[in-house]
């Protein structure tokens, strides 16, 4: 009995053995075979040792005890290649860290066992949506500074409910900053919330009031987006250490910051913020750094502590501190007045007017002055909101108090009843409500079109300070909101319907042929491009099929222009027009009847062959997509006989590399740092704006001094873009055939023909130098070990003598003019990097080169959209007029305008 047990046991027992070990080391192998696809797949280096058979004796590579790998930390190797998808195999794998090497391609899924994920500064291309689906261990996030194609920030992000950290700078998030960062929702413990250098737009959700976040950094979202609203929810995140809001478009005051005993770095900097600097933040006791530059702050400059390190606050653009001394009190007329705004919530129309310590001599807005006195209140129709202060008694001149035709709540203060000379108080039309107090019987009182005025519970309560009441205000707002956005909404479909429409209507009306398919094999005998003409009902969609079987698609509209009045502009292509010969034809001059210039460029008869013919196309292709003031503009283009010709803006103090290095021989003057210094800034917005286009992304490719061309006011446009390519698909690498120019051209392009943004930033670095020093990216009459100037540039940058000598002579050197170019020349080395990885993006560099700008005035008009709204479908000259008429109009305010940006948080990761 006892033996028949034993002997069923025993098979049992080995048998159930068996198992587990077949179980133990599958699972084991299949690690094992997750890992050396791995290895295959980043190339890893010899210095890896990733051979012994037992994969957890490999560096960088950490089991349990059951072998499973747990770790993976192969960050800062240089690695190249990209991640297999079975990564998702390793079961229990914790965490995975490949920081700072150039992966690419998708990064794969991973298994919901990660507690960290650390994968920023890499190529990666693609992450899945969902990716953080079910990841509930997951507390450190960093995933900065990777070309992902433009996504929002994701919904699965909140199964993350163990999340500590969630750092995604520069990592292409659209839309707005979603409401479930706080600290009612998913992660309680979250502190470092880092989304700084994306494309964000909306408020600060109201849901962060009450988190326990601290360092909070949303600064330097791209232009053309910005955060905006006010920065109030700050006052309610007592737990926050350092806030980087700078580079944005937030307005209102800086919020009261007394309970704020950890806060350090206070970055409020290139925003819209007004009204007085609270005195609870100059006294906060934690306080490091403060930045507060390029803002509309108002009332006294504020003075710290000592050791809190300031920015320049007073003598750098738009603060409108009443003096130019630190803690130096403003006249009692200004407090008075700024305490009358504040109830307002310091509107940004009165802070951008109101500047320095007299209201009537400086003619304030609003405020109508009689002997130095004041007089008369005038804020009708502005838009107000808020309350009226009791404050405006102090004002004891004023003898009209006119407030209407605002939104302005609350009730009127019986403190305005005492106002001596007061005649007049118009306040119709707004929202007021409560007992009207009584005042003299000479005082004229316009209440009217204030439906709850005289009753004593308005209709809509928001006096009370109970929740429920706050709570239900806020779903009115909130009802509000949705039905006027679904106005809108409604609205804007409507429009576009009838726009799309006109359009219709207008291409049915266009007299000329619709559809034009060009074969291969016309190409190869020469003849005409234009081959085979099919009237379609499409519309005016020229389908353009090159040999390389690329497909265009090139919308043409009243783009097509006939060779006849090109050669009639042109002066039939006179040698008198030349204005320049470019590596595919010759660039005339034309004049419109009307007087008006134009560039027309031609290809030169012979050299249109397949290449010829891709160029020219790719550079339409490219041109009628984008639009940018510096960018040189498309007129249109021309297809006929054997002829391409396009026809551009005219540029008449043509090309960079003429004002660089050939300025004596052309009789013109050198030029300075300044207009230097500009021209990089308009260059860098033109390839920025490339670059961060939505749909795709386009590579200039030969980005050079003579492909750089300026017009009378020195602003420069970047043209030429033959070689451009458009990143397919959101994919921001690309094998492609080598093109571009010698001593401009990225190491990593020139050997292996990878194409990818930093191509351009590269030779975007070089010209810096060039501008820097006045030299050419390549002299072949120097030394051997001098002709590329990047390689000279960067031995001669370290050290500070040899960095003297290579200034441009012809650059007037003062102080401030040196540490400019310090800077610039410090930019440009940057731009250089050996490693791509390592050069920065181009909207860094806008971020550096627009403070170095000096701005004259400010601005008071907003950000002016980069792009131009042209339309084709006008005659020629009319196109160009009402093009010039643009630029006229808005050339002010163009004027280093968007100074308001701000280096993102690319030191915020030091501590990975
Ligand atoms: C904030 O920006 C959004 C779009 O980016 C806009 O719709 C909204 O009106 C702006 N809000 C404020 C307060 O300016
Ligand atoms: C701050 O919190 C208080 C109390 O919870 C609330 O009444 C107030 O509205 C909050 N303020 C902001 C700006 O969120
Ligand atoms: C903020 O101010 C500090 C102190 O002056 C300065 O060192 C720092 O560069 C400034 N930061 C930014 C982003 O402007
Ligand atoms: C108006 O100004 C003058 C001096 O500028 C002053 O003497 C006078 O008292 C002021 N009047 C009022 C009503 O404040």
């Not at 306080?287 to 007073?314: A, E, S, W, Y």
């Not at 106002?419 to 009217?448: C, I, W």
Request: net charge neutral; hydrophobic share 40%.
């Amino acid at each position: 009995m006892m033996k028949h047990a034993l002997g069923l046991g025993g098979s049992y027992i080995y048998r159930i053995v068996w198992v587990f070990f077949v179980l133990v080391t599958s699972v084991r192998s299949q690690d094992a075979e997750v890992m050396n696809i791995l290895k295959d797949m980043i190339n890893a280096p010899i210095s890896f040792q990733w051979t012994d058979p037992d994969i957890c004796k490999w560096k960088h590579i950490v089991c349990d005890s059951t072998k499973h790998v747990t770790s993976i930390q192969i960050g800062n190797q240089n690695l190249q290649g990209s991640l297999p998808k079975e990564l998702e195999k390793l079961t229990r794998l914790e965490s995975f860290e490949c920081q700072s090497n150039s992966l690419a391609g998708s990064f794969p899924y991973l298994s919901k066992s990660l507690r960290k994920l650390r994968i920023r500064g890499n190529m990666f291309n693609f992450i899945p949506n969902d990716f953080f689906k079910g990841m509930s261990n997951l507390q450190d996030v960093r995933i900065d500074d990777n070309p992902f194609p433009q996504w929002q920030v994701p919904e699965s992000l909140k199964d993350c409910v163990s999340l500590r950290t969630f750092s995604a700078q520069n990592v292409g998030f659209i839309g707005t900053i979603p409401d479930f960062f706080g600290s009612d929702g998913p992660f309680p413990g979250l502190v470092y919330l880092a989304l700084s250098g994306n494309y964000l737009e909306g408020a600060l959700p109201a849901s962060l009031s009450g988190s326990p976040i601290e360092n909070l950094l949303v600064n330097g979202q791209h232009s053309n987006f910005k955060l905006n609203g006010t920065i109030a929810v700050l006052q309610n995140m007592t737990s926050l250490k350092q806030v980087w809001v700078n580079g944005n478009s937030f307005t209102g005051p800086i919020p009261d910051l007394s309970h704020h005993d950890q806060l350090v770095d206070l970055n409020l900097r290139d925003n819209q913020l007004t009204g007085v600097v609270p005195p609870s933040l100059t006294s906060l006791q934690s306080l490091k750094v403060v930045n507060l530059t390029n803002n509309f702050l108002q009332g006294p400059p504020p003075m710290f502590r000592d050791g809190v390190q300031v920015d320049n606050i007073i003598d750098r653009r738009r603060n409108q501190f009443c003096t130019n001394m630190l803690g130096q009190p403003c006249n009692a007329l200004v407090n008075v007045l700024l305490s009358i705004v504040e109830t307002l919530g310091y509107p940004l129309e009165f802070a951008k007017n109101w500047q320095g310590n007299d209201p009537c001599a400086n003619k304030w807005i609003g405020i109508v002055c009689y002997n130095e006195n004041i007089s008369v209140i005038n804020f009708q129709n502005m838009g107000l909101t808020g309350t009226i202060s009791p404050s405006f008694v102090k004002l004891q001149s004023v003898t009209k108090l006119l407030i209407a035709n605002n939104g302005l709540t609350g009730t009127i203060p019986i403190e305005l009843t005492s106002m001596p000379l007061l005649k007049e108080l118009d306040a119709s039309n707004n929202q007021l409500y409560g007992k009207v107090p009584s005042f003299r019987k000479d005082v004229v009182l316009k209440l009217n079109g204030n439906p709850d005025i005289g009753n004593d519970k308005p209709i809509s309560p928001s006096t009370s300070s109970s929740s429920n009441n706050i709570n239900s205000e806020r779903n009115t707002e909130k009802i509000v909101g949705v039905v006027v956005g679904i106005i809108i909404l409604l609205g804007l479909v409507v429009l576009l319907v009838v726009k799309f429409k006109k359009k219709l209507k207008h291409r049915g009306k266009v007299q000329n042929p619709t559809t034009i398919v060009v074969h291969p094999r016309h190409y190869e005998n020469g003849s005409p491009a234009m081959t085979s003409i099919t009237s379609g009902g499409e519309g005016n969609i020229a389908t353009l099929i090159s040999p390389m079987r690329n497909t265009y698609q090139v919308e043409v509209g009243n783009m097509l222009i006939s060779i006849k009045v090109l050669r009639e502009v042109t002066n039939n292509f006179s040698e008198n027009n030349i204005l320049g010969k470019g590596g595919f034809g010759i660039v005339y001059k034309g004049e419109l009847q009307d007087g008006t210039k134009i560039a027309v460029k031609r290809m030169q008869l012979g050299l249109v062959d397949e290449k010829g013919l891709s160029e020219f196309m790719s550079e339409i292709a490219v041109l009628t997509k984008v639009r940018h003031k510096h960018l040189v503009a498309l007129l249109g283009y021309c297809l006929e006989e054997n002829e391409r010709l396009l026809v551009f803006e005219y540029m008449p103090q043509g090309a960079l590399s003429v004002h660089l290095f050939n300025w004596k021989r052309e009789g013109l003057k050198p030029l300075e740092w300044k207009p230097r210094l500009g021209i990089a800034l308009d260059v860098a917005r033109g390839v920025e704006y490339l670059h961060g286009l939505t749909q795709q992304i386009f590579i200039h490719r030969d980005l050079k001094p003579s492909n750089i061309l300026l017009g009378d006011d020195m602003r420069a446009k970047v043209s030429d873009f033959g070689l451009v390519r458009h990143a397919p698909d959101g994919k921001t690498s690309v094998q492609t055939r080598l093109a571009g120019t010698f001593g401009y051209m990225a190491p990593e392009y020139a050997a292996t023909g990878r194409l990818t943004t930093k191509v351009d930033v590269y030779s975007f670095g070089v010209i810096l130098m060039e501008m820097i020093t006045g030299r050419k990216a390549l002299d072949n009459n120097l030394p051997e070990e001098d002709v590329l100037l990047a390689a000279w540039f960067r031995r001669m940058l370290q050290n500070k003598d040899s960095f003297l000598t290579m200034i441009d002579p012809t650059i007037e050197v003062d102080e401030e003019t040196l540490h400019s170019i310090s800077i610039v020349a410090e930019l440009a080395g940057h731009c250089c990097a050996r490693d791509p990885c390592q050069r920065p993006d181009m909207s860094y560099v806008v971020n550096v080169l627009s403070p170095l700008i000096e701005v004259w005035r400010p601005t008071d008009q907003p950000e002016v959209d980069d792009i131009y709204g042209i339309n084709f479908d006008v005659t020629l000259p009319e196109a160009l007029k009402r093009w010039q008429a643009f630029e006229g109009r808005n050339s002010l305010d163009l004027t280093y305008s968007d100074s308001s940006m701000h280096p993102s948080g690319n030191n915020t990761n030091s501590n990975i």
